[in-house]
């Protein structure tokens, strides 16, 4: 499959040193990441994944198993890996990273030279969620909206409501249904992002992501809840830039440690 269809490209400003891969949070698409190119260094390619059943792909059903979804990514975007490249995901996006990363090892591919995950659990440590892609959906949406990730409005508009409800129920199915395998820990650097106000995700859950990774593991914290990503986007852009390297780190973030193992 064409990565046309999965990859939304924005040009570096320069010659391209790394294309950053970037994965939305459940019921997002590729447009998440569109003021983004201007806070990334400029010989830093931005390429937001446009996962389907979302605007320019709304006509195909939203995938539901993770195995499914890193297959048809690695498939899609192998024409695009042909340089040096990172993965950022955030919530959703992360665990989506994650596993992309993982399967291109095992299929003997290049890999990610940095992992940056956001606003997510590490995958081997439980959720303290109950499940949600089942639930009757009066349940399924006072539950949404109490994670604060979806304008009251669109839940208000019943065509619109209805379309997203579509992507949303398929997303949390697809991280809920979700088995994490064990596997040997990436070699890459992780970054890890994490929200002071995130009732989602505490800090232990984003602390054991250093136990995935033999490279070295950081965890920054930056003001807001869940969804910081677009709360405190400036902080979240100098701390991804600052990951890729060539400037210095941002402000507003409290750096909590650096690990190697």
């Keep these: 499959m064409s990565e046309a ?8 400003r320069a010659e391209v040193r790394l294309r950053l891969f970037c994965f939305p949070f459940a019921g997002a ?17 931005l390429c937001a994944v446009q996962l389907p059943g979302r605007e320019t792909r709304m006509r195909e059903a939203p995938l539901v198993r993770m195995d499914e979804m890193v297959a048809s990514l690695a498939d899609g975007l192998r024409g695009l890996l042909d340089e040096p490249f990172a993965f950022f995901g955030h919530s959703m996006g992360a665990f989506i990273a ?25 995958p081997h440590r439980p959720s303290s969620r ?38 949303l129920r398929a997303d ?16 890459c650097d992780i970054t890890v992002l994490g929200g002071l106000q995130d009732r989602e995700v505490d800090r232990d859950q984003l602390e054991a992501w250093r136990e995935l990774t033999t490279g070295a593991c950081t965890l920054r914290m930056v003001p807001g809840d869940h969804f910081f990503i677009r709360s405190a986007r400036p902080q979240v852009l100098a701390l991804v830039a600052a990951s890729l390297g060539r400037v210095p780190s941002g402000r507003g973030a409290e750096p909590l440690f650096f690990s190697r193992r």
């Design 5 to 12: 269809l999965w990859v939304q490209r924005a040009p570096a």
């Design 29 to 45: 698409a590729a447009s998440t990441f569109r003021e983004w190119p201007n806070g990334l260094p400029a010989d830093v390619e």
């Design 98 to 122: 994650f596993e992309l990363a993982r399967e291109l090892r095992r299929s003997g591919a290049r890999g990610p030279s940095h992992l940056v995950v956001s606003a997510a659990r590490a």
């Design 130 to 167: 109950r499940p949600l892609y089942a639930l009757p959906e009066a349940q399924f949406v006072d539950e949404l909206g109490g994670m604060n990730g979806t304008a009251p409005e669109v839940f208000a508009h019943p065509e619109l409501r209805q379309l997203v409800l579509r992507i």
């Design 172 to 187: 949390c199915a697809l991280c809920e249904t979700w088995v994490y395998r064990p596997e040997a820990p990436l070699d």
